[in-house]
């Protein structure tokens, strides 16, 4: 550097663009994004903006209303550009006659908050890299104004939620996180009427924490259990303690608040994300299935404690170890458990036919889970009386 000559500041466009957004961010109120996105991207010399979120079904990408914003109907997730962009987190560029519609995804730590749309004249390599930045900052700013207004829940929900529903949506941790060595996706159905079933996860350094619950009987008592197994996990685990303790203290939890004839099934897991290997305890719920090499390889069964709130004996922690690639899928027996009028039960069996299906189709793991969830529920009959969660959590080495 020659001393004495002062570096260029003069801010360029894509700083000016950039700053718009960061600038106004701290104290810009939630319903007015739609304007700020709007005004940069006529900034930036493209028109039509939308910004597109996911509805709780995971059916529809719905359009956000604002000043400026372009409405129109929800997409089609699985039939559209838009859609595609969502499920593949890829931007997609659609030629049109009056220039080129292109589609971003709006990432927030691998979740998916949605899709925003712009139409340029042209595109070139300087405006996909502006528009990826600035389609990360509005993901950014999505999820942190998403905590001060009932906006973005009302332009997600497709129908009328459940009081329990609404509960367990606000328990839950994103749907996804997707990490360079580990990723976790989940899903959870009825949307709109999930009563006892949650799960949680936490990447505490090297660490993935995990774990997935289905709390006994059905709606406001279901969800109140569900909260109480829920944060006694969370307790639990900022403690920094063992699984044997965490379901010693959830065990507690439950059994204290509710009484003897309550109860919560469980599976806790911890992940070292350096080496892939897997701990995991059991209690009371189904085994969890491997997947390797795109297809389903063992069901991991092991030695399993009395559900929480039970009392259980002191759990067996089991292990394994974990090759690059690997998924784990964690589910509730109302995965499996359903019947069609006047049919057999579900069973694990189409479960794991299903699952080998869509792991050759080679998607991610978020796609993937949405898949799973959607094509057992049309395998079922469209049915759902109890409560169908998956979780899935790849180790990518």
């Known amino acids: 550097m020659t001393h004495g000559r002062r570096a260029d500041r003069s801010e360029s466009l894509g700083e ?120 990360g900052l509005v993901a950014d700013l999505l999820v942190t104004k998403h905590g001060y207004s009932d906006l973005f829940f009302g332009v997600r929900r497709g129908e009328s939620m459940s009081v329990a529903a609404e509960i367990q949506w606000s328990l839950l941790p994103p749907l996804a996180m997707i990490m360079p060595r580990v990723a976790v996706a989940g899903v ?67 059994a204290e608040q509710f009484g003897p004839e309550h109860f919560v099934t469980a599976q806790m897991m911890q992940l070292d994300t350096t080496t892939g290997r897997v701990q995991w305890v059991n209690a009371g719920h189904p085994s969890p299935i491997l997947v390797r090499d795109h297809r389903v390889t063992q069901r991991l069964v092991a030695p399993t404690t009395l559900p929480v709130g039970l009392g259980g004996s002191v759990p067996r922690i089991s292990e394994l170890g974990l090759v690059r690639g690997d998924r784990v899928l964690c589910f509730t027996d109302g995965l499996v458990e359903e019947h069609k009028s006047g049919g057999e039960e579900f069973g694990e069996g189409q479960l794991i036919d299903c699952v080998n299906r869509l792991e050759r189709t080679g998607r991610g793991i978020r796609a993937v889970t949405r898949s799973l969830s959607h094509t057992l529920k049309r395998a079922r009959g469209g049915q759902t009386s109890d409560d169908a969660t998956l979780l899935m959590v790849e180790w990518r080495g």
């Open 188 to 254: 959870l159905e009825p949307a709109y009427d999930v009563a006892g079933d949650s799960f949680d996860y936490a990447l505490n350094g090297d660490v993935l924490h995990v774990v997935m619950i289905d709390a006994m009987g059905h709606g406001l008592d279901a969800a109140t259990m569900a909260t109480v197994a829920i944060g006694a996990y969370r307790h639990a685990r900022r403690l920094g303690i063992g699984l044997s303790e965490i379901y010693d203290s959830m065990d507690r939890a439950v």
């Open 16 to 135: 000016a663009l950039l700053g718009a957004v960061l600038d106004r961010a701290h104290e810009l109120p939630p319903h007015l994004i739609g304007p700020l996105v709007a005004d940069v991207v006529e900034r930036l010399g493209g028109r039509r903006p939308q910004v597109l979120l996911q509805d709780y079904g995971q059916l529809l990408l719905v359009p956000l209303p604002g000043e400026g914003l372009t409405g129109g109907k929800p997409q089609v997730i699985d039939d559209s550009e838009a859609g595609r962009c969502f499920l593949d987190a890829v931007p997609v560029e659609l030629p049109q006659e009056n220039g080129v519609r292109v589609h971003l995804p709006l990432l927030d730590g691998g979740d998916q908050v949605g899709v925003m749309a712009v139409t340029l004249d042209s595109v070139d390599d300087d405006d996909r890299r502006l528009l990826h930045r600035i389609s």
